[in-house]
């Protein structure tokens, strides 16, 4: 989906659902700019899963909510945005519990694949084939970020950690700008707990294969009980995109 919002000062986006699907347009800060907001997994493919819960967490309807947020705030600034994977049937939702599905499809209307490699290839050649089009018309600034949830011990507090490549030096950068934004917001809203989320190089197929400049996030652990604060309450996910998007726009 791509969105070129100059000289307009609301549109309407159906993907977000019917109560957030009148965007209205704050500004154009961000006008030529492009960025590719990838949701983890989707489709055939849940990702982690936390089975121990109360109520069945699947970690790619958390992270896609997350992302449909993070793709409203950059589009209320005049960026252009696509959004790799799509659920037209699940908007931006205030619920605590998302139900679990499979009908997600990838820009396009692609069938995602079962296979992981399959589906990793799929999503990079289609960034990577809207990144050259978008270089061949002048666009200077495209930035992409894969969201995902952690899995990992149910005892272990996770706080938002990033990767980044190294063969990208704004990839890096980038990493750090979102990095100090938690940071800076923990010390406002967590003074006593502090934040221990950190930036790293990892050798992932998405960080070190997508073109345009790439952070890919880890949003919370989803076995542990205190970080699913974070996940489902609304306005934790809301936070999360809008501490995102602060670091992006840097």
Same mark, same amino acid.
């Given at each position: 989906?791509?969105?070129?919002?100059?000289?307009?000062?609301? %549109?309407?986006?159906?993907?977000?659902?019917?109560?957030?699907?009148?965007?209205? %347009?704050?500004?154009?800060?961000?006008?030529?700019?492009?960025?590719?907001?990838?949701?983890?997994?989707?489709?055939?493919?849940?990702?982690? !899963?936390?089975?121990?819960?109360?109520?069945?967490?699947?970690?790619?309807?958390?992270?896609? $909510?997350?992302?449909?947020?993070?793709?409203?705030?950059?589009?209320?600034?005049?960026?252009?945005?696509?959004?790799?994977?799509?659920?037209?049937?699940?908007? %931006?939702?205030?619920?605590?519990?998302?139900?679990?599905?499979?009908?997600?499809?990838?820009?396009?209307?692609?069938?995602?694949?079962?296979?992981?490699?399959?589906?990793?290839?799929?999503?990079?050649?289609?960034?990577?084939?809207?990144?050259?089009?978008?270089?061949?018309?002048?666009?200077?600034?495209?930035?992409? %970020?894969?969201?995902?949830?952690?899995?990992?011990?149910?005892?272990?507090?996770?706080?938002?950690?990033?990767?980044?490549?190294?063969?990208?030096?704004?990839?890096?950068?980038?990493?750090?700008? !979102?990095?100090?934004?938690?940071?800076?917001?923990?010390?406002?809203?967590?003074?006593?707990?502090?934040?221990?989320?950190?930036?790293? $190089?990892?050798?992932?197929?998405?960080?070190?294969?997508?073109?345009?400049?790439?952070?890919?996030?880890?949003?919370?652990?989803?076995?542990?009980?205190?970080?699913?604060?974070?996940?489902?309450?609304?306005?934790?996910?809301?936070?999360?995109?809008?501490?995102?998007?602060?670091?992006?726009?840097?």
């Amino acid at each position: 989906m791509i969105l070129k919002t100059s000289g307009i000062k609301k %549109i309407h986006v159906p993907l977000f659902g019917p109560r957030y699907e009148d965007v209205y %347009i704050e500004d154009f800060t961000l006008e030529n700019q492009v960025y590719y907001i990838i949701s983890g997994h989707g489709g055939p493919d849940p990702g982690a !899963i936390c089975t121990e819960c109360d109520h069945r967490l699947c970690e790619d309807e958390y992270a896609y $909510d997350v992302a449909l947020r993070l793709a409203r705030n950059l589009m209320q600034h005049g960026a252009t945005v696509y959004v790799i994977v799509q659920d037209p049937n699940d908007g %931006i939702r205030d619920d605590r519990n998302l139900k679990c599905d499979n009908d997600e499809t990838l820009h396009g209307g692609k069938i995602i694949p079962l296979g992981q490699k399959e589906r990793l290839r799929q999503r990079a050649e289609t960034v990577n084939a809207l990144y050259r089009k978008n270089k061949k018309q002048g666009i200077k600034i495209q930035k992409a %970020i894969e969201i995902h949830v952690d899995s990992r011990n149910k005892d272990k507090r996770q706080d938002v950690f990033f990767y980044y490549n190294k063969n990208n030096p704004d990839s890096k950068t980038t990493a750090e700008n !979102i990095q100090n934004v938690f940071q800076q917001k923990y010390g406002m809203h967590q003074k006593d707990r502090g934040y221990h989320g950190y930036v790293e $190089d990892r050798g992932l197929y998405m960080v070190r294969n997508l073109q345009p400049t790439t952070v890919f996030v880890e949003l919370a652990n989803i076995r542990n009980t205190e970080d699913h604060k974070r996940l489902v309450i609304s306005t934790n996910r809301q936070a999360l995109a809008n501490w995102l998007f602060e670091g992006l726009r840097k």
